[in-house]
């Protein structure tokens, strides 16, 4: 009875072993699906950290490309107006230089009736005319009242051809003011057209990085969306070691159970047994005694009790835990002091010299813009270098209330105003920085005060 009873429990201990390799091979598996899911999570985090980071890389260079189209707008309608202005100035130059030659025809036509009427006067007159006055008997009145006529017709001729030479002097003197004028919008159109190909070159490549920032947010977001996949199968499948570990948990611990209650109940029947076993040896021996009455030699009989006690061990699992932990981080003018007479005054040192387009060199050469900068940081003053830009620097003032110093602003061009009526300007190419005494000769757009 007492080695079935340890049959029995050696039974229960392998049984319990073999559920405890089942269930540590799950436990592996499910700690492997759950480093694969944590190392997938990590990749996803890192996949929308950069998508985050691109987004706002695409939102400031979006922001870039909004401002260089505003810019590109005001410059093309700039050139627009420009041309415009240019077709005026040539319609202007066109109608001035007819008005010329027919001056010029006038004053030829009136120089040959003039020649003719002092032909007249001289043949006519002379000493031999004076002499005819005498002698056709008239009195001293008439000889003086057809001198005096004589005298005034050389005095109107006279006046005559001073007018309409002063008359074709005036229209040649307006002809060659236009044509200036005409020259200083062609130079501020081809600096506004060198500008607007800045600008649209600088646009392609900004828009070039925003659709490469575009693709790589498309791919990263399909990576992402993979990865989201892949977590839904990886968080399905730990579901699934789960309820399988569960499962057979409880089975084991159904199966130790049914285990212990049958050793619990094979413990009671050996006792059980072993009781029986004493109290039949207990009745024998009574009976034993009960036959020897007549016998004097008393004999006593013991019998041992045996016990055995039997422990099933209880098999423990291990377990482990994964912290998966994450985290994220975001990284995150000068003035001067100067009279507005102190800069007309320096400005006006370097007429003459050439115009160059971009440039900035008060003595090499300089666009209208560069002069005006240049010639307000000699002061301590920092200012753009762009035309459109000038418009907003200082405060602004009418025409009216224009003083030296002041920035006179154009459609594509910039000037300093001197007084009179007068600007300093970068004019073009062909006549450089130069000074010309209208300041009105085309649209004026703004009047800035920085001093």
């Excluded at 990590?42 to 979006?62: H, P």
């Excluded at 050793?263 to 050996?270: G, I, L, M, V």
């Excluded at 900068?373 to 000699?378: E, G, P």
């Excluded at 002061?379 to 224009?402: D, I, N, Q, T, W």
Aim: contains cysteine; hydrophobic residues 35%; aromatic residues 6%.
């Amino acid at each position: 009875m007492r080695k079935k009873f340890l049959a029995l429990s050696l039974a229960v201990i392998v049984s319990a072993a073999q559920v405890m390799t089942v269930s540590a091979s799950k436990q592996e598996q499910l700690q492997q699906q759950q480093a694969a899911q944590a190392q997938t999570s990590a990749q996803l985090s890192d996949a929308k950290a950069e998508i985050d980071d691109l987004e706002t890389k695409k939102n400031q260079i979006t922001g870039e490309i909004d401002s260089l189209d505003a810019q590109l707008v005001v410059t093309m309608a700039s050139v627009e107006n420009l041309k415009n202005e240019i077709a005026s100035k040539q319609t202007e130059i066109e109608a001035t230089q007819e008005k010329l030659a027919q001056s010029q025809a006038e004053e030829d036509e009136q120089y040959e009736l003039m020649k003719k009427r002092i032909q007249f006067l001289y043949e006519s007159g002379g000493d031999n005319g004076w002499a005819a006055l005498l002698l056709e008997g008239k009195d001293l009145s008439s000889i003086l009242n057809q001198a005096e006529y004589t005298q005034k017709l050389y005095k109107y001729d006279r006046e005559c051809l001073q007018e309409y030479m002063d008359l074709v002097q005036q229209v040649a003197d307006y002809s060659n003011q236009l044509a200036d004028e005409k020259a200083d919008l062609e130079a501020s159109e081809a600096e506004q057209e060198a500008q607007q190909q800045s600008l649209e070159g600088m646009l392609e490549q900004k828009k070039a990085v925003s659709d490469d920032y575009e693709n790589q947010i498309a791919n990263l977001s399909d990576m992402a969306a993979q990865y989201n996949a892949v977590l839904a199968e990886q968080n399905a499948k730990i579901q699934q070691i789960q309820e399988e570990i569960a499962a057979e948990e409880a089975a084991k611990a159904a199966e130790e159970a049914r285990k212990a209650e049958e050793a619990r109940q094979a413990a009671e029947a050996a006792e059980a047994a072993r009781q029986a076993e004493a109290a039949r040896q207990a009745a024998a021996a009574e009976a034993a005694n009960n036959a020897a009455n007549n016998t004097t030699t008393t004999e006593n009989t013991s019998s041992g009790n045996g016990g055995s006690n039997t422990a099933a061990p209880t098999p423990s699992n291990g377990g482990s835990s994964y912290d998966d932990s994450s985290s994220s981080s975001d990284n995150s003018s000068s003035a001067g002091s100067a009279t507005g007479s102190a800069i007309v005054s320096y400005a006006t040192q370097f007429i003459g010299n050439p115009y160059v387009w971009g440039g900035t060199s008060l003595t090499n050469g300089a666009d209208c813009s560069g002069f005006i900068m240049s010639v307000y940081a000699h002061f301590g003053y920092s200012l753009p270098h762009s035309s459109s830009e000038l418009r907003g620097v200082g405060r602004g003032v009418s025409y009216a209330e224009a003083q030296p110093g002041d920035i006179i602003c154009y459609s594509g061009h910039v000037a300093i105003y001197i007084g009179g009526g007068a600007i300093v300007h970068a004019s073009n190419e062909r006549d450089g920085i130069k000074i010309s005494s209208n300041a009105a000769y085309t649209t004026i757009l703004a009047v800035r005060r920085v001093v």
